[in-house]
């Protein structure tokens, strides 16, 4: 079992505390995980050609914070994995990050190497720490699966890319009283 002293190794407070009982591996020491890693990867540039998601939450709780976007390997052994341990073993991991802004429609847009099938989480990061948490917070995964006690499984959150752009909605969802986390009621 993994406790909070472990959490760095988690993508996220919220998984370490709630939903991930336990991951495995160990990233090399040279690497050091960073809210940049991935980023450079992942940027969308005008006009480029190739694989991308457009990434378009829906259910903002409020129009505060930032809105963060990771792409990992369709696989659960990867998904949700730490962004050091994808980039050590040369997996695919990819991040954008974009201000919420105060009006209007929202996307982020990140890059993939390929076509081919991918997860992603998004979160809504309030409180700007780049970090989830509980209290506040919001997260939601491509395929919308209903959230539980642990990491939603990689085939309930595969996406396939296709050689352009590829649209994916993905619903956030908060906490909602003491042991539930769900979308916000319309």
């Known amino acids: 079992m993994i406790g909070f002293r472990d959490a760095s190794a988690l993508r996220s407070r919220w998984f370490a505390a709630l939903l991930v009982p336990a991951l495995c591996g160990a990233a090399p020491p040279h690497l050091k995980s960073s809210p940049d890693m991935g980023k450079a990867e992942g940027a969308c540039r005008k006009d480029e050609a190739g694989p991308a998601f457009i990434v378009v939450p829906r259910g903002l709780k409020d129009r505060i914070g930032w809105l963060k976007a990771e792409v990992y390997p369709a696989v ?47 979160l809504h990061d309030r409180d700007r720490n780049h970090k989830f948490n509980l209290s506040g917070d919001g997260v939601g995964f491509s395929g919308n699966p209903k959230l539980g006690w642990s990491k939603p499984k990689a085939a309930s959150a595969r996406v396939l890319a296709g050689a352009g752009l590829t649209r994916v909605d993905i619903v956030l969802n908060y906490r909602r009283g003491l042991f539930s986390i769900a979308p916000i009621a319309p």
């Open 76 to 122: 659960d052994s990867d998904f949700l994995q730490d962004d050091k341990i994808l980039i050590a073993e040369r997996k695919t991991f990819r991040r954008t990050e974009i201000d919420v802004p105060a009006g209007g429609p929202i996307e982020l847009c990140v890059r993939v190497p390929a076509p081919g099938e991918y997860a992603i989480s998004l």
